[in-house]
Antibody, heavy 121, light 106 residues
């Protein structure tokens, strides 16, 4: 069974940092692009970025809203995806989902349950 | 950045009623997906590549469109279809989602 399990969310002060993890199982991790998507309470989904698979050199793409502040990385030996978030702002408060790109890298076929980040003093 | 405008934002339908949601793109899109999200749950892929139903999705759902205009249709509304539906483009970076359409039961 394919599973994605996020962790690392919590309460952080503005300007602080947090690292989210997404533990994966049930598939060959290095074959897949992996994304982070967030959703503020009651609002829409927002793609943050992804990291490509082994065949595509594990390169990354980011949305403009987080580029330079957030970094996506992966530990392929442990099949874990990471999101390092720095200089956090109140507007970064959201549920953060990791998502797997389906074959062909054209849609998100598996999602985790999400982890909640609250940025507040 | 391609902006996706969904309408309506909220729609209420009676059981058996036909439901149509539209997604308008600010630039041409070649690959459009739709996701279903129920309250308290993570999104699920529902329709991919404009018109392909994801595994397990009932045949009463369909997707169509091209260029900058896309639609999502339920032929006959059922109670289990209550959810928020999001369109999402996969044609250019950054990947973007629509604001969502909340579907309620009348």
């Amino acid at each position: 069974e394919v599973k994605l399990v996020e962790s690392g969310g919590g309460l952080v002060q503005p300007g602080g940092s947090l690292r989210l993890s997404c533990a994966t199982s049930g598939f060959t991790f290095t074959d897949y692009y992996m994304s982070w998507v967030r959703q503020p309470p009651g609002k829409a989904l927002e793609w943050l970025g992804f990291i490509r698979n082994k065949a595509n050199g594990y390169t990354t793409e980011y949305s403009a809203s987080v580029k330079g502040r957030f970094t996506i990385s992966r530990d392929n030996s442990q099949s874990i995806l990471y999101l390092q978030m720095n200089t956090l702002r109140a507007e970064d408060s959201a549920t953060y989902y990791c998502a797997r790109d389906g074959v062909g890298h054209l849609y998100f076929d598996v999602w985790g349950a999400g982890t909640t980040v609250t940025v507040s003093s | 950045e391609i902006l996706l405008t969904q309408s309506p934002a909220i729609i209420a339908a009676s059981p058996g009623e036909k439901v149509t949601i539209t997604c308008s793109a600010s630039s041409s899109v070649s690959y459009m997906n739709w996701y279903q999200q129920k309250p308290g749950s993570s999104p699920k892929i529902w329709i991919y590549g404009i018109s392909n139903l994801a595994s397990g999705v009932p045949a009463r759902f369909s997707g169509s469109g091209s260029g900058t205009s896309f639609s999502f249709t339920i032929n006959s509304m059922e109670a289990e279809d209550v959810a928020t539906y999001y369109c999402q483009q996969r044609s250019s970076y950054p990947l973007t989602f629509g604001a969502g359409t909340k579907l309620e039961l009348k």
